[in-house]
């Protein structure tokens, strides 16, 4: 007679830990799930540090939901919007991902069932052991009034695609002059830098091609955001741009009549023949709809997993502590997710510090020409259960090599996340 083999004590603790069933045959345990499942919900720039450190190590099974067929970079767009590159450029096939074995459904999730531990689409339901969110950001309309119904006329631009709808007024502006009002909203927001570094690409075209008119800034900001690059942004607008863009700082748009083409701010109603409004942000609405959070997702550093489901981590912009909204922070993230979502599967309890912990480091681009830009770097430790401590080391002003690093930059993490 045979003896019974038990099933080895890890593998009935890895199986517990993902509520796998394990059935005892008599001679050997088997898992009724092959793999486990990690479902990955955007693919941007933290789903993809998620998903690529996944595949990595093929510990799960891996399938990314992402509505769009490719991949577009905001991080450098700016040159796209402003008219010196094709879109092209900045984007990327997810066929690499396809390639190393994901599952790609390209849909958008409608809901997250955590009591079954299910993603919901229009035509599916996807089961999880893992959940890794990094949705992005939506736009808050609500605090303008009129902006819903213009929605379609007033395109943001600061999510994947976006831009599109974006170069086309730029051009329009180009070609014809008069007010073309940019506004900054109050942080947090996606790439604090950005309204700046788009309103001075614009600047630089109008200076090059002899455009009558002016780029109205509206800062709701005493100053340019993030406070650490203050000076070197005003020193590029006003050292090169004194006489194409008019700074309005501690302005806030409670309003937007397109009728009129006027908007409605606490400095004096403005008049403008094109606009790119930069709306307030937060998480999108799974977050909330799921009990992750409110205006962003509550989670824990520096493990990223949410407060409320240690088995859903959210990484990227969706996330609300402070660090940067940035797709470097992003893909950093995602890594470390992978990593720690790796050994779990594997039955490692996580490595509890009482110490400092390194956070994901953080690095953007402002450029103030089309050749030169300042760079901000961040980096970060937590101490479990405290506030993260953030240093910036910030350029004292654009210059031509930070210019070129950031387009090797952008190449070396396209590479990484879809190459
Ligand atoms: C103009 C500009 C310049 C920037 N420059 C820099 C820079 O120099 N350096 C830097 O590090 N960062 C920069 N950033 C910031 C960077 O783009 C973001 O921080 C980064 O994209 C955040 O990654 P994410 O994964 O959170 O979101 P995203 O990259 O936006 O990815 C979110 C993905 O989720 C998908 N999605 C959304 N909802 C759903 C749903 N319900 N179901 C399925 N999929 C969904 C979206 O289609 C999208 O593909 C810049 C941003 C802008 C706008």
Not at 69 to 83: N, T
Not at 279 to 306: C, D, H, K, T, V
Request: glycine share 10%.
């Amino acid at each position: 007679m045979h003896p019974i083999a038990q099933p080895r004590r890890r593998q009935l603790l890895q199986a517990a830990a993902l509520g796998v069933a394990v059935l005892s045959t008599g001679c050997a345990s088997v898992s009724t799930a092959a793999r486990p499942r990690v479902v990955v919900v955007g693919g941007g720039w933290g789903g993809l540090g998620a998903v690529r450190g996944l595949l990595a190590t093929a510990a799960a099974d891996v399938t990314l939901v992402e509505p769009n067929e490719a991949f577009m970079s905001c991080p450098l767009s700016a040159h796209f919007i402003a008219g010196h590159q094709p879109a092209t450029d900045f984007q990327r096939s997810y066929s690499r991902v396809d390639q190393l074995g994901a599952r790609r459904v390209r849909e958008r999730v409608l809901e997250i069932d955590r009591t079954s531990k299910m993603v919901v689409t229009a035509t599916q339901r996807l089961p999880y052991d893992f959940l890794v969110l990094s949705p992005g950001v939506d736009y808050m309309e609500d605090g303008i009034q009129g902006y819903a119904e213009a929605r379609a006329q007033l395109p943001v631009g600061f999510r994947a695609f976006e831009q599109m709808a974006v170069r086309q007024q730029v051009d329009e502006f180009l070609a014809k002059g008069g007010d073309f009002v940019i506004s900054a909203p109050k942080p947090p927001y996606r790439c604090p830098p950005a309204p700046y570094e788009r309103a001075f690409l614009i600047a630089e075209q109008m200076k090059q091609r002899g455009t009558k008119g002016k780029i109205i800034l509206i800062d709701a900001n005493p100053n340019p955001m993030p406070p650490a690059i203050a000076q070197p942004i005003l020193k590029g607008m006003k050292g090169l741009y004194a006489n194409q863009i008019e700074y309005l700082t501690d302005t806030s748009i409670s309003a937007v009549d397109m009728g009129k083409r006027q908007l409605v701010t606490s400095s004096g109603d403005v008049p403008f023949a094109h606009a790119n409004l930069i709306l307030p942000m937060r998480a999108p609405a799974l977050i909330r709809q799921a009990g992750l959070g409110e205006r962003w997702a509550n989670i824990r550093l520096p493990s990223f997993q949410s407060q409320v489901d240690d088995r859903i981590y959210v990484i990227g912009d969706s996330q609300g502590t402070p660090l940067p909204k940035s797709g470097h922070v992003a893909f950093g993230s995602g890594q470390r997710v992978a990593e720690a979502i790796t050994e779990r599967i594997a039955g490692k309890s996580p490595v509890v510090s009482t110490g400092a912990v390194d956070l994901p480091l953080g690095i953007c681009w402002a450029n103030v020409t089309h050749k030169e830009a300042i760079n901000i770097n961040v980096s970060g430790t937590v101490v479990a259960g405290e506030p993260p401590k953030l240093k910036f080391t910030v350029d004292a002003e654009a210059n031509a090599r930070s210019g070129a690093a950031a387009v090797s930059w952008g190449n070396g993490m396209w590479k990484a996340m879809l190459g």
